[in-house]
């Protein structure tokens, strides 16, 4: 009996609730380090190109952990990751707030890529499988993203408002408690039945990642995850470095940027259900490469403000529309697929982000954050080529 079957029987709305605590755990991992970056980088004495050493790091860890992943939860279902993940995130979160050494700090941020990889992997594919319909399983991605939102948010608001209250090390240990809410839920609910229990040989695999219409899909997440690890790791130094931001200030317009990818997802998850995800991919890549633009020839931190948050909303769309559009039509080996996507995404966020901080550190902040452009405009030219892929499926068909 496949995974989308079971799920119906076992009421959908309560493990919906489960993959969204933990796409909030998630998001304080994807959000974490660059909203801690300009004082932890003060405390341990690095600079941005060993920052960028940290994302390789993380990147790492999370790329790992998702081809490994991929398969194992078509074989053995999603409850182990989501009771497992959260526990090396709290774990992670809470060494990071302890450490004195950068070597002791990049420990710690591999756990965190090892937990936040799992979590995101899993709550992605529980989300697809439960939706069957191409629009719905988009809507209900987006909104999954909202929750992803919210984690990101949480930590450079709360460093924003709190840090002079409580101390970094303190919000950390409260980001730690929350994540750990996941555990606890996952052990209430009953989940899906795997849906390949005699596993998934690699030549399957194989087979998979040979697909004309996977290959673009994950070439397009390749610069899209480099996108989100760029513009959420190097947001706060670029207005820190270059317009003389504080670091209060920084923060709270990074809480800008993730609060406004939360709403666009909001409102995406109402919208996608009449909007053509083709079309949505297209319109937004075009848009981050706008407000990236508007963002690095800012002449005054209010215009930064502004383009940070174009910016947020135009991102928001791009990553889980992609897996909708990708998982509707390789929904028997959703797991695989998504690792395989994922994993290729990991790639870009390990070597963009890198390759950025190499730029800033011996050119500009500025030109560092220029790539996000280029990124994008592959984007629009991938999904042209994705779609085009799609149209020649349908009409075999």
């Not at 060993?50 to 078509?74: C, K, V």
């Not at 591999?110 to 719905?136: H, M, P, S, Y």
Request: charged share 10%; glycine share 10%.
């Amino acid at each position: 009996m496949n995974r989308i079957s079971t799920a119906a029987r076992i009421r959908p709305g309560w493990l919906s609730i489960a993959a969204y605590t933990g796409m909030f755990t998630f998001g304080i991992v994807m959000a974490l380090l660059g909203a801690i970056l300009p004082l932890i980088s003060q405390r341990l004495h690095f600079g941005l190109a060993q920052a960028g050493n940290l994302f390789f790091a993380l990147n790492l860890a999370m790329l790992i952990t998702t081809l490994a992943l991929g398969p194992l939860l078509d074989r053995f279902g999603m409850r182990p990751a989501f009771i497992v993940a959260p526990v090396f995130v709290a774990g992670a979160v809470c060494l990071i707030g302890r450490v004195a050494t950068f070597g002791g700090l990049t420990l710690a941020v591999v756990l965190l890529g090892i937990g936040g990889a799992a979590l995101n992997q899993a709550t992605n594919t529980l989300i697809a499988d439960l939706n069957r319909d191409e629009r719905k399983k988009g809507a209900a991605l987006n909104l999954l993203g909202v929750f992803f939102g919210f984690g990101a948010l949480f930590i450079p608001f709360t460093i924003g408002a709190l840090l002079d209250v409580l101390g970094l090390k303190d919000i950390l240990y409260v980001a730690a408690a929350l994540t750990l809410v996941t555990v606890a839920l996952s052990f209430r609910f009953s989940f899906p039945r795997a849906q390949q229990g005699g596993g998934v040989p690699f030549a399957e695999v194989v087979r998979l990642a040979r697909q004309p219409l996977v290959m673009a899909f994950a070439i397009l997440l390749f610069f899209e995850s480099g996108n989100e690890f760029i513009l959420g790791g190097y947001i706060t130094s670029y207005l820190t470095r270059t317009l003389g931001a504080t670091v209060a200030t920084a923060s709270y317009l990074l809480a800008a940027y993730w609060g406004a990818l939360m709403l666009a997802r909001i409102i995406l998850s109402r919208i996608s259900l009449r909007i053509g995800g083709q079309t949505l991919m297209l319109a937004s890549a075009l848009g981050v490469a706008a407000s990236v633009a508007l963002l690095i020839l800012a002449p005054s931190l209010l215009v930064a403000a502004i383009a940070t948050i174009l910016l947020g909303l135009s991102i928001a769309a791009i990553f889980p529309t992609a897996l909708a559009l990708a998982g509707s039509r390789y929904a028997s080996h959703s797991g695989t697929v998504f690792g395989i996507l994922i994993g290729v995404a990991l790639f870009g966020g390990i070597t963009l982000p890198l390759l950025a901080g190499r730029i800033a550190e011996s050119r500009s902040v500025r030109l560092g954050l220029s790539l996000a452009i280029m990124d994008a405009l592959a984007i629009f030219a991938l999904q042209l080529i994705a779609g085009r892929i799609m149209r020649t499926q349908d009409h075999v068909q």
